[in-house]
Protein backbone atom coordinates (compact mmCIF):
# COMPACT_ATOMS: atom_id res chain seq x y z
CA UNK A 1 0.00 0.00 0.00
CA UNK A 2 2.71 2.27 0.45
CA UNK A 3 3.38 2.52 -3.21
CA UNK A 4 0.08 3.73 -3.89
CA UNK A 5 0.77 6.82 -1.36
CA UNK A 6 1.58 9.14 -3.44
CA UNK A 7 -1.38 8.80 -6.31
CA UNK A 8 -3.81 8.31 -3.13
CA UNK A 9 -5.07 11.70 -3.15
CA UNK A 10 -6.08 11.71 -7.13
CA UNK A 11 -7.02 8.39 -7.25
CA UNK A 12 -9.85 8.96 -3.82
CA UNK A 13 -10.28 12.30 -6.16
CA UNK A 14 -11.43 10.14 -9.18
CA UNK A 15 -13.56 7.68 -6.97
CA UNK A 16 -15.49 10.51 -5.74
CA UNK A 17 -16.33 11.63 -9.53
CA UNK A 18 -18.39 8.33 -9.63
CA UNK A 19 -20.55 9.85 -6.87
CA UNK A 20 -20.99 6.67 -5.15
CA UNK A 21 -20.17 7.80 -2.05
CA UNK A 22 -20.74 4.77 -0.16
CA UNK A 23 -17.85 3.22 -2.04
CA UNK A 24 -15.34 5.78 -1.40
CA UNK A 25 -15.87 6.03 2.09
CA UNK A 26 -15.61 2.00 2.36
CA UNK A 27 -12.13 2.04 0.15
CA UNK A 28 -10.82 4.90 2.94
CA UNK A 29 -11.71 2.51 5.60
CA UNK A 30 -9.66 -0.21 4.09
CA UNK A 31 -6.88 2.14 3.68
CA UNK A 32 -7.44 3.07 7.33
CA UNK A 33 -6.99 -0.25 8.70
CA UNK A 34 -2.95 -0.07 7.59
CA UNK A 35 -2.20 3.25 9.09
CA UNK A 36 -1.71 4.71 5.66
CA UNK A 37 -3.75 7.68 7.00
CA UNK A 38 -1.60 11.03 7.14
CA UNK A 39 -4.27 13.76 5.35
CA UNK A 40 -5.06 12.15 2.75
CA UNK A 41 -7.79 9.66 3.72
CA UNK A 42 -8.94 11.89 6.20
CA UNK A 43 -9.48 14.98 3.70
CA UNK A 44 -11.12 12.62 1.49
CA UNK A 45 -13.59 11.12 3.96
CA UNK A 46 -14.45 14.73 5.06
CA UNK A 47 -15.41 15.25 0.64
CA UNK A 48 -17.10 12.30 0.67
CA UNK A 49 -19.37 13.22 3.82
CA UNK A 50 -19.37 17.09 2.41
CA UNK A 51 -20.48 15.63 -1.02
CA UNK A 52 -23.48 12.84 0.25
CA UNK A 53 -24.69 14.89 2.73
CA UNK A 54 -27.06 12.93 4.41
CA UNK A 55 -28.18 13.35 8.00
CA UNK A 56 -25.46 14.54 10.07
CA UNK A 57 -22.63 14.31 7.24
CA UNK A 58 -21.77 17.70 7.24
CA UNK A 59 -20.52 17.79 10.82
CA UNK A 60 -18.93 14.83 10.60
CA UNK A 61 -17.09 15.98 7.43
CA UNK A 62 -15.80 18.93 9.59
CA UNK A 63 -14.29 16.30 12.15
CA UNK A 64 -12.39 15.24 9.40
CA UNK A 65 -11.31 17.71 7.77
CA UNK A 66 -10.16 18.70 10.95
CA UNK A 67 -8.05 15.50 11.07
CA UNK A 68 -6.66 15.99 8.02
CA UNK A 69 -5.34 19.16 9.02
CA UNK A 70 -3.77 17.53 12.18
CA UNK A 71 -1.46 15.77 9.37
CA UNK A 72 1.57 17.59 7.96
CA UNK A 73 0.45 16.37 4.56
CA UNK A 74 -2.91 17.77 4.62
CA UNK A 75 -4.30 19.21 1.41
CA UNK A 76 -4.70 23.13 1.74
CA UNK A 77 -8.07 22.57 0.54
CA UNK A 78 -9.32 21.72 3.52
CA UNK A 79 -9.53 24.70 5.03
CA UNK A 80 -11.66 26.00 1.94
CA UNK A 81 -14.06 23.01 2.57
CA UNK A 82 -14.41 23.47 6.13
CA UNK A 83 -14.89 27.41 4.82
CA UNK A 84 -17.56 25.94 2.75
CA UNK A 85 -19.53 23.25 5.39
CA UNK A 86 -19.48 26.29 7.84
CA UNK A 87 -20.78 28.80 5.53
CA UNK A 88 -23.59 25.98 4.59
CA UNK A 89 -23.98 25.34 8.64
CA UNK A 90 -24.32 29.75 8.98
CA UNK A 91 -21.01 29.94 11.29
CA UNK A 92 -20.10 32.88 9.54
CA UNK A 93 -17.28 33.37 11.62
CA UNK A 94 -15.68 30.05 11.43
CA UNK A 95 -16.19 30.26 7.70
CA UNK A 96 -14.07 33.24 7.43
CA UNK A 97 -12.08 31.60 10.01
CA UNK A 98 -11.23 28.84 7.76
CA UNK A 99 -11.11 30.74 4.48
CA UNK A 100 -8.30 33.16 5.77
CA UNK A 101 -6.09 30.22 7.03
CA UNK A 102 -7.05 28.68 2.99
CA UNK A 103 -5.47 31.55 1.22
CA UNK A 104 -2.71 31.69 4.02
CA UNK A 105 -1.70 27.91 3.02
CA UNK A 106 -2.65 28.28 -0.10
CA UNK A 107 -1.94 31.83 -1.99
CA UNK A 108 -1.07 30.94 -5.19
CA UNK A 109 -4.16 28.97 -5.59
CA UNK A 110 -6.77 29.75 -8.57
CA UNK A 111 -9.45 29.99 -6.48
CA UNK A 112 -7.89 32.23 -3.79
CA UNK A 113 -9.70 34.99 -5.46
CA UNK A 114 -13.41 33.27 -4.98
CA UNK A 115 -12.50 33.22 -1.11
CA UNK A 116 -11.69 36.62 -1.54
CA UNK A 117 -14.76 38.03 -2.89
CA UNK A 118 -16.71 35.72 -0.37
CA UNK A 119 -15.05 37.31 2.55
CA UNK A 120 -15.98 41.00 0.97
CA UNK A 121 -19.52 40.06 1.40
CA UNK A 122 -19.35 39.65 5.19
CA UNK A 123 -20.21 42.62 7.29
CA UNK A 124 -17.10 42.73 9.35
CA UNK A 125 -14.52 42.98 6.54
CA UNK A 126 -13.23 45.87 5.49
CA UNK A 127 -12.56 45.28 1.91
CA UNK A 128 -10.64 48.87 1.80
CA UNK A 129 -8.45 47.50 4.06
CA UNK A 130 -7.79 43.87 2.42
CA UNK A 131 -3.91 43.28 1.25
CA UNK A 132 -1.83 40.23 -0.16
CA UNK A 133 2.10 39.55 -0.26
CA UNK A 134 3.56 37.39 -0.99
CA UNK A 135 7.78 36.05 -1.27
CA UNK A 136 9.55 35.03 -3.91
CA UNK A 137 7.41 32.30 -5.58
CA UNK A 138 4.67 34.28 -3.52
CA UNK A 139 5.23 37.36 -4.55
CA UNK A 140 5.38 36.40 -8.52
CA UNK A 141 1.67 35.11 -7.64
CA UNK A 142 1.18 38.51 -5.63
CA UNK A 143 1.58 40.45 -9.05
CA UNK A 144 -0.51 37.83 -10.72
CA UNK A 145 -3.71 38.30 -8.18
CA UNK A 146 -3.13 42.44 -9.33
CA UNK A 147 -2.94 41.96 -12.25
CA UNK A 148 -5.99 39.28 -12.65
CA UNK A 149 -7.90 41.31 -9.81
CA UNK A 150 -6.99 44.82 -9.73
CA UNK A 151 -9.87 45.95 -7.75
CA UNK A 152 -9.55 43.19 -5.59
CA UNK A 153 -6.71 44.39 -3.19
CA UNK A 154 -6.29 47.46 -1.71
CA UNK A 155 -2.55 47.24 -1.72
CA UNK A 156 -0.03 44.23 -2.43
CA UNK A 157 3.90 43.77 -1.54
CA UNK A 158 5.57 41.33 -3.83
CA UNK A 159 9.34 40.47 -1.72
CA UNK A 160 11.64 39.40 -4.01
CA UNK A 161 9.14 38.27 -6.42
CA UNK A 162 9.91 37.25 -9.89
CA UNK A 163 8.69 39.76 -12.61
CA UNK A 164 10.43 39.12 -15.93
CA UNK A 165 11.31 35.79 -16.04
CA UNK A 166 13.02 36.81 -19.47
CA UNK A 167 15.30 38.59 -17.30
CA UNK A 168 15.97 36.56 -14.90
CA UNK A 169 17.12 33.62 -16.74
CA UNK A 170 19.35 36.02 -18.90
Known amino acids: ?13 DDLRRQDYGQTLYIIDRLSIDGLAGGVLPFSRGEALRLRGQN ?3 NRALEAYQTA ?3 PDAPPEAWRQMGDVYRHLDRPD ?3 EAY ?10 KDAWMVTNYLRTLPYVDMDRV ?12 LIAVT ?13 GVADYAMYYA
Open 69 to 71: LNS
Open 148 to 160: DQPKLFRAAVDVA
Open 100 to 109: TAYLIAAPDA
Open 1 to 13: REHIRPYLGRLLK
Open 131 to 142: GVWGLSYGGFFT
Open 56 to 58: DDL
Open 94 to 96: QAR
